[in-house]
T-cell receptor, first 114, second 112 residues
């Protein structure tokens, strides 16, 4: 059982380039999330999805786009990368149906924009 | 607007003693609270959670206490072990919104 898998683990982008961070989960979870963690800071929610075809903005969505065409995959797209997007990105998933449950996280993608 | 706050960025505790990590929240709609542990270069891993209908939940060496009137929760680790050295995040959820809001983390160092 792989859980939540993120690729790539590391990436260096030049200002203005675009890229997609991949996230896939094999637990049949309905909810998926993208967070970013800046040095010394907590996890800030970028986007989340409550199921295939449904996405919504989190706390810091500007500069990012997401899609959820399948239950398993939740890619995060960066258009026109900026130095402010240098961060560690975490994808997470959980199964939620009324009662609270824990979310499972991927290993993270460390992105540097130069 | 930081809805979940961890005011102590770091904590150092001797091995075998109790570690107490604190978390405060401002949103009274939060009804589910979680603690996560994070090692460097890894994703956060779930430790323990508590629903707002309870005031205490235990799992082995880990106990979470919830004080709803004070909007405060704490994580107790007894006894602390060197492997507990990590960054600990508290998180909160409203159930309906389900956005999992995180605090800024507390770095725990357990010394020998």
């Amino acid at each position: 059982n792989a859980g939540v898998t993120q690729t790539p683990k590391f990436r260096i982008l030049k200002i203005g380039q675009s890229m997609t961070l991949q996230c896939t989960q094999d637990m049949n979870h309905n909810y998926m999330y993208w967070y970013r963690q800046d040095p010394g800071m907590g996890l800030k929610l970028i986007y989340y999805s409550v199921g295939a075809g449904i996405t919504d903005k989190g706390e810091v969505p500007n500069g990012y786009n997401v899609s959820r065409s399948t239950t398993e995959d939740f890619p995060l797209r960066l258009e026109l990368a900026a130095p402010s997007q240098t961060s560690v990105y975490f994808c997470a998933s959980r199964f939620l149906q009324g009662l609270g449950t824990e979310a499972f996280f991927g290993q993270g993608t460390r992105l540097t924009v130069v | 607007d930081q809805q979940v706050k961890q005011n102590s960025p770091s904590l150092s505790v001797q091995e075998g003693r109790i570690s107490i990590l604190n978390c405060d929240y401002t949103n009274s709609m939060f009804d589910y609270f979680l603690w996560y542990k994070k090692y460097p270069a890894e994703g956060p891993t779930f430790l323990i959670s508590i629903s707002s209908i309870k005031d205490k939940n235990e799992d082995g060496r880990f106990t979470v206490f919830l004080n709803k009137s004070a909007k405060h929760l704490s994580l107790h680790i007894v006894p602390s072990q060197p492997g507990d050295s990590a960054v600990y995040f508290c998180a909160a959820d409203t159930g309906t919104a389900s956005k999992l809001t995180f605090g800024t983390g507390t770095r725990l160092q357990v010394t020998l």
